[in-house]
Nanobody
């Protein structure tokens, strides 16, 4: 059984910070690349951040570079997204996702809602 459970979202003012967490079970975690996606109302789901199996490589959506940091703890089977300097355009449901063999899964969890508003 594979489980991916996101948490840590909430309401924050512009300029604020949140840390999202993703708890993973049911797989050999260190064999999977991981990423955070987000989907805002009326918009396509987009990949926000990527991290390789060991954490040695990361990539980010241009609009979040310098503000968001993805990390992982393979011993705890956790992946995180630290979000700083949040903007209203960051408002979305954020999803944790796995990749194996350069192929992203197409099964999605419940996500966690991030709302940035004054």
């Amino acid at each position: 059984q594979v489980q991916v459970v996101e948490s840590g979202g909430g309401l924050v003012q512009p300029g604020g910070s949140l840390r999202l967490s993703c708890a993973v079970s049911g797989l050999v975690f260190n064999m999977y690349d991981m990423g955070w996606y987000r989907q805002a109302p009326g918009k396509q789901r987009e990949l926000v951040a990527f991290i390789s199996t060991t954490g040695h490589r990361t990539n980010y959506l241009d609009s979040v570079k310098g503000r968001f940091t993805i990390s992982r703890d393979n011993a705890k089977k956790m992946v995180y997204l630290q979000m700083n300097s949040l903007k209203p355009d960051d408002t979305a449901i954020y999803y944790c996702q796995k990749r194996y063999g350069n192929k992203w899964s197409d099964n999605w969890g419940q996500g966690t809602q991030v709302t940035v508003s004054s």
